[in-house]
């Protein structure tokens, strides 16, 4: 994507200063409390008919990002624009309008689906909830959407435990597109398939980026499977972004010491290729009491004095490529 | 085999192996695969069906009034007159006891069906608003801490013998339960990525509630549902039995049993009948429960 178009439009997906803060009760009447910063200041903005890829390990907030987005939970502070409009201060009758635009595919396909409903009500609820139709028109519609995500029409009428992981999430992915949302929050979703049910999904939801033009959040640790799919790349660690730029900048010259020990840890499909990969040392700090300065300090190879005193703001330290870190740009 | 059999069959012969070691399967029905897997609910579904059949059509089992006093035909032992024998003012046992049946299933559904819609309220609400929950079950917490049978007495202390207040009672000792239930799969529910998937589809609340909700509690519901319901037939009897139950005036098998105490020693078919016909009841009915618990565990036989 060329960076003189994306400055132009608005961005369909925007997120300023996000932050979600969990209350841990202590103690045996639950006043103390320490908040779990499990999201602490995120900012990005998504295109239409752009994928953004945002990775990190377990644990460092990028599932809690998506249901923020979707206000499936609260966020603490920070806002949120949909298609430039605020939707984070919206009430809950307010929201659900604004939910026809933002639609989500979450990772399980197994958890994802009611098992006591068939799947044509299954994709057809968004579209009973929103546009009062005829039954036939809805089963029609549902019809339609089965087959563009490479569904039978005979299988209208199956319950979910009747259909493969790979088909699950197909229906979910149907269920996603019936209100043809601008967003569709993925997270994880593939990562619960075998590898080769994987690059199907992938190549579907690719095609049918490419038919209706939606931007796709697209939460994920598999750095192979996101290099794939996204425009740009989202490094969070620890509840922040640490390296945020264009797929091909990213992968190429990983500013960031933490995307560059990701990086190197992808398994590379040749073995005459030396890796030379980067061991992290320690385990992942505890979000309940982040390091402080830079959060990747204790971890990374290069830290300096001014990383433990000192947290490092996103900079441009390229066009369109940004990186939380003292040491560069 | 006299000549070397040619490749082919050769091959054949590795992916079918002879008729001998693997005889072919009788082709069964669905209705006998479904008795020979669930033996349970065959078994308890039968007893209850006969035990309701006992219950309707007892005036065409039996003749004979079940309150009718004879003094001349007191104490009588089994015989073909009086099958089960008489009691101590002449009653024929064998009519008490299949009147009797009447008030244990009348008194065991009528609690399960109450108590199951109740604490099925209770537990949505409880599950769905969340600063409603902390008061409503530390209320149910309070209840569950009375045993059952002492709460049932005291009840029926204020209220006055009935099968009405009967029910009513053993009701409310057991509403606790069934909102605990309905509340911990209420919770686990809400956490469902499907519940998720549906709010962020647009689905209001209470339609969340009627599609993705409630069809998932009801079959932990049908179960605990099974073991209320032969719950309260033991505790009526209980009831009866120390006389704060169903009044003298119905025959239950509580009030043979208590009647019956007094001469136990020496007629001790009067309280043993209408045991073994609790007991007989209770059992189908846990029965059912244990099976239907299998049939409606999705982890079962589909396997997904």
């Not at chain 1, 202590?26 to 752009?50: H, M, N, R, T």
């Not at chain 1, 430039?84 to 809950?92: A, F």
């Not at chain 1, 809805?138 to 209208?156: C, N, P, S, T």
């Not at chain 2, 409880?126 to 209320?139: K, P, Q």
Request: overall charge positive; some cysteine; charged content about 20%.
């Amino acid at each position: 994507m060329n960076d003189m178009t994306v400055a132009a439009k608005t961005p369909v997906l925007a997120v300023r200063n996000l932050k979600k803060h969990f209350a841990i009760p202590k103690g045996i009447f639950g006043l103390a409390s320490a908040p779990v910063k499990a999201v602490d200041g995120l900012a990005f903005s998504i295109q239409p008919g752009e994928t953004l890829g945002l990775v990190g390990e377990s644990g460092c907030g990028k599932s809690t990002v998506g249901k923020l987005i979707l206000r499936l939970i609260e966020p603490t502070d920070g806002e949120i624009e949909l298609a430039g409009k605020r939707i984070d201060t919206l009430s809950r009758s307010a929201m659900r309008a604004e939910r026809r635009g933002l639609q989500v595919v979450f990772q399980d396909p197994y958890a994802s689906l009611n098992p006591r409903m068939r799947a044509v009500d299954i994709v057809a609820e968004p579209l009973r909830n929103f546009e009062p139709q005829s039954k036939a028109e809805i089963e029609a519609r549902v019809a339609w959407l089965f087959g563009k995500v490479g569904l039978r029409a005979d299988q209208l009428s199956r319950y979910p435990h009747e259909f493969s992981g790979g088909q699950r999430q197909r229906l979910v992915i149907a269920r996603a597109l019936a209100l043809n949302p601008k967003v569709i929050v993925c997270d994880e979703p593939v990562s619960a398939l075998d590898v080769s049910v994987q690059a199907q999904v992938i190549n579907l939801l690719i095609d049918l980026q490419h038919e209706f033009g939606m931007s796709y959040l697209f939460i994920a640790h598999d750095l192979a499977v996101v290099q794939h799919i996204s425009h740009r790349v989202a490094v969070m660690y620890l509840g922040r972004i640490v390296e945020i730029a264009d797929k091909k900048a990213l992968y190429a010259s990983p500013q960031h010491p933490y995307t560059e020990a990701l990086l190197s840890a992808v398994p590379v499909p040749d073995p005459t290729a030396k890796s030379k990969r980067i061991i992290l040392q320690g385990d992942v700090p505890s979000p309940i009491k982040p390091p402080p300065g830079c959060h990747f300090h204790t971890r990374c190879p290069y830290a300096e004095a001014r990383c433990k005193i000192d947290t490092p703001a996103l900079r441009e330290v390229r066009p369109g490529h940004f990186a939380a870190c003292h040491l560069r740009g | 085999m006299n000549a070397m059999p040619p490749p082919s069959d050769m091959r054949r012969s590795i992916f079918e192996p002879p008729a001998a070691v693997y005889p072919p399967r009788k082709p069964r029905g669905p209705a006998l695969r479904f008795v020979l897997n669930h033996p349970n609910v065959v078994i308890g579904a039968t007893l209850l069906v006969l035990l309701v059949a006992i219950a309707i059509f007892a005036p065409l089992l039996t003749p004979v009034d079940p309150t009718a006093i004879a003094p001349a035909k007191r104490n009588r032992p089994p015989s073909a007159e009086y099958w089960f024998g008489t009691d101590q003012v002449g009653r024929d046992l064998y009519a008490r006891v299949l009147y009797g049946t009447r008030i244990s299933l009348l008194v065991g559904f009528s609690v399960a069906i109450i108590a199951s819609v109740i604490g099925l309220a209770i537990g949505l609400f409880s599950g769905f608003l969340r600063f409603a929950d902390a008061i409503v079950m530390r209320i149910m917490d309070g209840l569950m801490s009375i045993p059952p049978i002492l709460l049932a007495i005291a009840m029926m202390a204020f209220s006055g013998a009935s099968v009405r207040n009967v029910i009513v009672a053993i009701a409310v000792a057991e509403v606790p339960r069934v909102a605990r239930l309905v509340r911990g799969v209420v919770l686990t529910l809400r956490e469902q990525p499907y519940v998720d998937a549906a709010i962020a589809s647009g689905t209001r609340t209470p339609m969340i509630i009627w599609r993705h909700i409630l069809p998932n509690t009801m079959a932990p519901m049908t179960v605990q549902a099974t073991y209320i319901c032969a719950s309260a037939m033991i505790v009526e009897a209980i009831l009866s039995f120390i006389g704060a139950g169903t009044p003298p005036t119905i025959p239950s098998w509580g009030n043979i049993m208590a009647e019956g105490r007094a001469i136990w020693e020496v007629k001790p078919y009067i309280v043993l009948i209408p045991a073994v016909f609790l007991s007989v009841t209770v059992l189908a009915v846990n029965l059912l429960g244990d099976g239907l618990r299998d049939i409606l565990d999705p982890r079962g036989a589909k396997g997904h």
